[in-house]
């Protein structure tokens, strides 16, 4: 019996962007993120984050979870049961449901302590409203800049480009909800 192997994001993305007959330089684009950070996260040398993961779905058309490795289902508690890195140094849990008819998608985000994002902003269609649980948080969106403290909250238009960072000296934790039409 031979074992099918789980198909990576990356690769994903790529058989969708060849698929659809894209460049790396259109889809980038399309997307609105660098042809040299679409392509390391097509290689498997980058994680993407959420916001990547959500403007490509919409791109290709298709759900965020159909994105992600969905063949084995211990591959599925995995996702359900631990925080996955998007980057160093944040970390993403899904709090709702997937579906293609959904447009709330919410998160339990965790930023290391003294952190920052590093490399691409973020931004998708929709809006965003993110709130502290633990921890600060610096957010830039466009050219504004905001501290938070727990207990804080910001909504935003979320295809402003936007960066989060944790300047205090315990490890943040946010509740992200994000609406994507």
């Known amino acids: 019996m031979i074992k099918k192997t789980e198909?990576?994001?990356g690769s994903r993305i790529r058989r969708l962007r060849e698929a659809k007959g894209l460049t790396i330089e259109?889809?980038?684009?399309?997307?609105g993120?660098?042809?040299?950070?679409?392509?390391?996260?097509?290689?498997?040398k980058m994680a993407p984050p959420v916001a990547a993961v959500l403007q490509?779905?919409?791109i290709f058309n298709v759900d965020m979870n159909q994105l992600q490795d969905t063949r084995?289902?211990?591959a599925a508690k995995r996702r359900t049961t631990s925080h996955k890195k998007r980057v160093a140094s944040y970390a993403y849990a899904p709090l709702t449901k997937p579906g293609e008819e959904k447009?709330?998608?919410a998160y339990r985000?965790?930023?290391?302590?003294k952190t920052e994002h590093k490399g691409v902003e973020y931004h998708h269609e929709g809006e965003e409203f993110i709130y502290v649980l633990q921890?600060?948080?610096?957010?830039?969106?466009?050219q504004n800049m905001s501290t938070l403290k727990k207990g804080g909250c910001i909504n935003f238009d979320s295809s402003l480009s936007h960066k989060l960072s944790n300047p205090t000296r315990e490890k943040t934790q946010l509740l992200v909800v994000i609406y994507v039409p």
Do not use: C, M, N, T
């Open 7 to 9: 198909e990576s994001f």
């Open 26 to 31: 259109s889809l980038s684009l399309d997307a």
């Open 33 to 44: 993120y660098p042809a040299d950070f679409l392509k390391k996260i097509e290689e498997g």
């Open 56 to 58: 490509l779905g919409r």
């Open 72 to 74: 084995s289902k211990e």
């Open 103 to 105: 447009h709330l998608r």
């Open 109 to 113: 985000v965790s930023i290391d302590p």
């Open 135 to 142: 921890g600060g948080l610096k957010i830039q969106v466009g």
